[in-house]
């Protein structure tokens, strides 16, 4: 199709802003980030509780065997130290030990906490001022229509999130990004900012995914699932383990009291 000439300067005026396909395509990958966002962010969930569940159930089975294996520690380096009385070194060793054994038999009887999560930070007084602002800047009563008020939510979550890290530059950013959204009412400029906030999203999920396959437990829990396809049960098997240890703990007490 041709172009209609300028009336100023006789020139081909060429239509400004995106086209309509171009739109479609930033739809087009709009759609496919949030489906991933769901997925990731389902199987992140998953996994925590998947985590959760079996440390718990762990700890619960294993951690009567730690006590009881750090009470024969400190009684065999008791019984060291009472047959060395001139080792300063041994003596220490018992003492730890002894602390040690105390403390772990007092920390048993005690329930697992909860995940704390928790701001582990004081605010300043200009991260308040600045979050104060966004709040009622994002508020969706100053939205013009409802893509603009599910915008300002979601960049709401992610102005929560960083309140709660401390981080002020995020904030910055977000009021920014608001300031841009304000100006730009087209169709591309929703879908873009749709599509920033999208991203970002899952970017946090990867990150928290990173985090809890990077965890000591994880390499466990796996493990776990391993050794039950092959009929075996890893728990099982770690409680035969530590009662081996304190068998062979228990008989090298039981010497030393009989020296001693």
């Given at each position: 199709?041709?172009?209609?000439?300028?009336?100023?300067?006789?020139?081909?005026?060429?239509?400004?802003?995106?086209?309509?396909?171009?739109?479609?395509?930033?739809?087009?990958?709009?759609?496919?980030?949030?489906?991933?966002?769901?997925?990731?962010?389902?199987?992140?969930?998953?996994?925590?509780?998947?985590?959760?569940?079996?440390?718990?159930?762990?700890?619960?089975?294993?951690?009567?065997?730690?006590?009881?294996?750090?009470?024969?520690?400190?009684?065999?380096?008791?019984?060291?130290?009472?047959?060395?009385?001139?080792?300063?070194?041994?003596?220490?060793?018992?003492?730890?030990?002894?602390?040690?054994?105390?403390?772990?038999?007092?920390?048993?009887?005690?329930?697992?906490?909860?995940a704390d999560v928790s701001s582990c930070h004081t605010p300043s007084t200009g991260l308040k001022r600045l979050f104060r602002r966004l709040a009622f800047e994002m508020h969706p009563d100053h939205a013009d229509d409802?893509?603009?008020?599910?915008?300002?939510?979601?960049?709401?979550?992610?102005?929560?999130?960083?309140?709660?890290?401390?981080?002020?530059?995020?904030?910055?950013?977000?009021?920014?990004?608001?300031?841009?959204?304000?100006?730009?009412?087209?169709?591309?400029?929703?879908?873009?900012?749709?599509?920033?906030?999208?991203?970002?999203?899952?970017?946090?999920?990867?990150?928290?995914?990173?985090?809890?396959?990077?965890?000591?437990?994880?390499?466990?829990?796996?493990?776990?699932?391993?050794?039950?396809?092959?009929?075996?049960?890893?728990?099982?098997?770690?409680?035969?383990?530590?009662?081996?240890?304190?068998?062979?703990?228990?008989?090298?007490?039981?010497?030393?009291?009989?020296?001693?």
């Amino acid at each position: 199709m041709d172009h209609p000439e300028s009336p100023v300067t006789g020139l081909v005026a060429t239509p400004s802003g995106p086209s309509p396909d171009d739109v479609v395509a930033k739809a087009t990958e709009l759609l496919e980030v949030e489906g991933r966002l769901v997925e990731r962010n389902e199987y992140f969930v998953a996994l925590r509780a998947e985590l959760v569940a079996f440390e718990t159930r762990y700890l619960r089975a294993v951690r009567s065997r730690y006590v009881e294996l750090d009470r024969l520690e400190a009684e065999i380096l008791t019984a060291m130290s009472v047959m060395s009385p001139d080792d300063a070194d041994l003596a220490e060793r018992a003492s730890l030990a002894r602390a040690r054994a105390t403390s772990s038999a007092a920390d048993y009887g005690e329930d697992f906490p909860e995940a704390d999560v928790s701001s582990c930070h004081t605010p300043s007084t200009g991260l308040k001022r600045l979050f104060r602002r966004l709040a009622f800047e994002m508020h969706p009563d100053h939205a013009d229509d409802e893509d603009e008020a599910s915008f300002r939510h979601e960049l709401m979550i992610e102005a929560n999130r960083a309140y709660r890290d401390g981080d002020h530059g995020l904030l910055q950013s977000l009021l920014s990004e608001l300031d841009v959204g304000a100006e730009a009412g087209s169709e591309m400029s929703r879908v873009l900012r749709k599509l920033s906030v999208a991203e970002r999203r899952l970017a946090d999920v990867e990150r928290e995914i990173e985090t809890l396959e990077q965890s000591e437990f994880h390499d466990l829990w796996r493990e776990a699932l391993d050794v039950a396809r092959q009929g075996r049960d890893l728990i099982g098997e770690k409680l035969a383990e530590l009662d081996r240890k304190i068998r062979k703990q228990q008989s090298r007490l039981d010497l030393l009291l009989h020296v001693t």
